[in-house]
């Protein structure tokens, strides 16, 4: 079974509960309640219930899964609860249940085996990227489905292009080989760093099938549809979060 592929962009406005994304000077509990509203919107127009929106919190940074079931959205049915682990799964068997995360620059990755109905989701940042993130992801699916390399379909949602620069060789860079064709110095003397190249490579060195793999090529930098941090720091516009993510359909009833 096929996923739905969400990406909030800036059109239903900020998705955190962080209140300096907020006009005014809003209180935290305002702030979460600005929040439903804008997942409500969000749900609304695609097709599932805001509350039961779920995030990972990635405090472990092992590459460690949750498994959002229907038992545990039962317990926690305003989504948006405390999840340690670093990526989160939803199965079919869960419909109208979304996983993703809170974004700006950084892209979120979505891997699927549509045969076993079963969706991977993790945020990907940087430094997530260079400690292997993507293929723990893949590794997750294995693990919890018995998924193969060759049946898994990969979404790579929107981040920064290469305009995101470092005035130095970026420190989160520890892999030299992953970054070597992803990280350059251009004529104006930054270093430039490409997400997309890096993941890419990841995904190709695991021999994940290429014809499955969907990049959204927008830019969160300069594409004005998009919130950024790198650009929010200078533009109150771009400050924010979006939301990507995936969930499944309820099943359709056949009239006879």
Known sequence: MVPKIIESGKKFGNMNTNPKFYPGDVSKEEARRLFLENRMAFGREFGFDGHYMFMADQKKGDGSYFNVTSD??????NGWSDIEEDI???????PGVVIGHAVAD???I??????KGITGIAHCSAALIDKGLPLMLADSLLDAAYSSDDSL????????SDKWIYDIYPPFAKDEKLWKDAIWVDDDGFYHIDMRKAIAQQLKERNIDFSKVR???DDTISNP????????RLDEAKAGRHFTGAFYDKPKIKIK
């Open 215 to 217: 990049f959204n090529m």
């Open 88 to 94: 989160l799964h939803v199965s079919a068997d869960c």
């Open 72 to 77: 545990y959205v039962l317990e926690h049915p």
């Open 106 to 108: 950084c892209p979120v």
């Open 225 to 232: 549809n998009y919130f950024s941090n790198s650009l929010g």
């Open 153 to 160: 379909n990969v979404y790579v949602g929107a981040c920064a």
């Open 110 to 115: 979505i891997m699927s085996d549509y045969e």
